[in-house]
């Protein structure tokens, strides 16, 4: 596993933020957003969904849990990517991508309200 370059994206919340574990009084908070792409291939719409885990630590997890997050609700999020590389069944490498939110503004009914770490 190894922490990535800077990320800045917006998307869709796919899960409402659960509380995974709190230990020294930290607490991890994750959950997963959506993106799509849209577009056209043999003269046909297609789309395509990514979806990516998101972990949030300390002040941000504290926030996130507080801010009443609903599945679908728009989020941007700044962070960090973290990769994890693994060898797959049949040899081939499996990635798989995380981000670490370090700032999370989240827009619901045409109200948008940011949080950050301070």
Not at 71 to 82: K, Y
Not at 103 to 114: F, N, P, Q
Request: with cysteine; charged share 30%.
């Amino acid at each position: 596993m190894k922490l990535g370059g800077h990320i800045e994206i917006e998307a869709r919340i796919g899960s409402v933020p659960e509380l995974v574990n709190e230990m020294c009084g930290h607490k991890l908070v994750r959950f997963v957003i959506a993106t799509s792409d849209k577009y056209i291939k043999n003269n046909r719409y297609s789309q395509r969904t990514h979806w990516y885990t998101v972990n949030a630590l300390g002040d941000t997890a504290e926030t996130i849990l507080d801010s009443d997050m609903r599945i679908s609700d728009t989020i941007r999020i700044s962070g960090r990517w973290i990769i994890d590389e693994n060898r797959g069944v049949l040899g081939n490498n499996d990635y798989r991508y995380e981000i670490l939110a370090e700032d999370v503004t989240i827009a619901k009914d045409s109200c948008t309200k940011s949080y950050k770490v301070a």
